[in-house]
């Protein structure tokens, strides 16, 4: 295996890593946890860019908004469209994003649109435009935490939108909520 593209810092810096491998058998996840261990969530590696992605719980709350991290794969610029939807479908609004070639954004979804205070819903990053689409270049990730837990989601991609599907959840104590 050998890592191409290693961006990553510490100290509150964000970077990126593109793992490369001559097997289609490597697998990996990652990890986001606080100094503390007392918040820790992971997810799967993500194996194939986007042309739009799909972050599914997104809020701005001012107590903890939502941090997105997306990341722009290619070679070669993209202006990106993000769009806040409430849950009910409703679009609340777009903002354009410039994404320099292999580079990406992390940050709290306020960033994108600092006027859309107790804003809750999903969000759709979309590297084309209505009539053409971009390159598949986009992987992303969100975080967001409460007062006692953080978590960490993949943003899906237009391919992983399903008609049925399962969840297998199991849970033995109070306090839990899906």
Known sequence: ????HVILHQNNQTGWVEVAASSSAVKGFF?????ALSFIDGAELQGTPSNRLFF???SAAAASPTRLSLVNTSAQAVNATVSLYENSGNLVG???LA???LSGFSGPITDFAPTVGGFDGYV?????TKTLAG???LVGIETYRNRADIALIRAFQESSRLRTGYLAHLV???GYFT
Not at 1 to 4: R, S, V
Not at 31 to 35: G, I, L, R
């Open 172 to 174: 033995s104590q109070a």
């Open 31 to 35: 990890v986001v946890f606080d100094p």
């Open 1 to 4: 295996i050998a890592p191409t």
């Open 135 to 137: 390159p598949q270049s």
């Open 94 to 96: 777009n903002w354009p």
């Open 99 to 101: 994404l320099p070639a």
């Open 56 to 58: 599914s719980k997104v």
């Open 124 to 128: 759709v990053v979309d590297s084309g």
